[in-house]
């Protein structure tokens, strides 16, 4: 089992910068798919960004240049740095793991590719 636990959720300004954590706890995590989604009100979960064991890092569209996911194995923690929040940022962020290796990348967009989650962490970005 993997135990993920969000931080760093708050109220922002539209312009600000805003870095969410995530802590890994159980087995052993530099093996697995890492991934960011969020769910704003009314709406689907959806993908945000994607890291892998081997450091590949996919983005949503929406947030590519402006979003940055990281990893620090050693330390068991998962980044998000996001930058130029804007108000359709607004949403609950969820952290996600997963310990399968897909052949097919599409599966790090997908909900179902992650067998862990976090409980979320709200951001909301004022206008």
């Known amino acids: 089992q993997v135990q993920l636990v969000e931080s760093g959720g708050g109220l922002v300004q539209a312009g600000d910068s805003l870095t969410l954590s995530c802590a890994a706890s159980?087995?052993?995590?530099?093996?697995?798919?890492m991934g960011w989604f969020r769910q704003a009100p009314g709406k689907e979960r959806e993908f945000v960004a994607a890291i892998t064991f081997g450091g590949s890092t996919p983005y949503a569209d929406s947030v590519k240049g402006r979003f940055t996911i990281s990893r620090v194995d050693a330390k068991t923690m998962l980044y998000l740095q996001r930058n130029k929040l804007k108000p359709e940022d607004t949403a609950v962020y969820y952290c996600a793991a997963a310990a399968t290796h897909y052949s097919d990348s599409s599966w790090y967009g997908r909900t179902g590719g992650y067998e862990y989650w976090g409980q979320g962490t709200q951001v909301t970005v004022s206008s």
């Open positions: 159980g087995r052993t995590f530099t093996s697995y798919l």
